[in-house]
């Protein structure tokens, strides 16, 4: 059972180019999450979704958009990469959105912008 | 939204039990209390959740006092490897939390 896997692991990309981040989750979850962690900080959301076809802004959105196309995956894109967007970004998903019940993260990607 | 407070780093020998107490003065009625562990380079995992009174499980303990304005995340026997950030939560839904920057416990040999 792989949980909830990111794809790349490492990317280093020049300031203006874009690319997009892979979630995948084979647990039948609704809820989807996509985070950003900086040094010394803690976790701020991106973008979420409650289902498939749906998708709604987080705390930190501008600079990003997503899609959630299928069920099992969450695509976050960045369209032209900015320094600032360097970080560790965290996919997570859940069955609800209940803070009651677990949110499952992957081991994340590490993205640098030169 | 319910703000949480909590201290920023702990140290603690190991074996020892380690008490990690979380403020959250302006909790609602329906809010959950939620703790979750992160590993450096890993994302953060589950590990208890509560509304009230206790809560054990195979990894911790979670004390709620009944005013729900604090609660205490409990972890008997610490060892080397519980070296991590802790991060309370509380709630109603993960759209409407943060992660805030948690409390770094450093188990020291």
């Known amino acids: 059972n792989a949980g909830v896997t990111q794809t790349p692991k490492f990317r280093v990309l020049k300031t203006g180019q874009s690319m997009t981040l892979l979630c995948a989750q084979d647990?039948?979850?609704?809820?989807m999450y996509w985070y950003r962690q900086d040094p010394g900080m803690g976790l701020r959301l991106i973008h979420y979704?409650?289902?498939?076809?749906?998708?709604a802004k987080g705390e930190v959105p501008d600079g990003y958009n997503v899609s959630r196309l299928k069920k099992q995956n969450f695509l976050l894109g960045l369209e032209s990469a900015a320094p600032s967007q360097t970080s560790v970004y965290f996919c997570?998903?859940?069955?609800?959105?209940?803070?009651?019940?677990?949110?499952?993260f992957g081991d994340g990607t590490r993205l640098s912008i030169l | 939204l319910a703000k949480t407070t909590q201290p920023i780093s702990m140290d603690s020998y190991e074996g020892q039990e380690v008490n990690i107490t979380c403020s959250h003065n302006?909790?609602?009625?329906?809010?959950?209390i939620t703790w979750y562990q992160q590993f450096p380079s890993q994302g953060p995992r589950f590990i208890i959740q509560?509304?009230?009174t206790k809560v054990t499980n195979e990894v911790a303990s979670l004390f709620i006092p009944a005013d729900r304005k604090s609660s205490t995340l409990s972890l008997p026997r610490v060892s080397l490897s519980d070296t991590a950030v802790y991060y309370c939560?509380?709630?109603?839904?993960?759209?409407?939390?943060?992660f805030g920057t948690g409390t770094k416990l450093q188990v020291i040999p």
């Open positions: 997570a998903s859940s069955y609800l959105g209940q803070l009651n019940q677990p949110q499952h």
């Open positions: 509560g509304y009230k």
């Open positions: 302006n909790i609602a009625t329906n809010d959950y």
């Open positions: 939560l509380v709630g109603t839904g993960y759209q409407k939390v943060t």
């Open positions: 647990m039948n979850h609704e809820y």
């Open positions: 979704s409650v289902g498939e076809g749906t998708t």
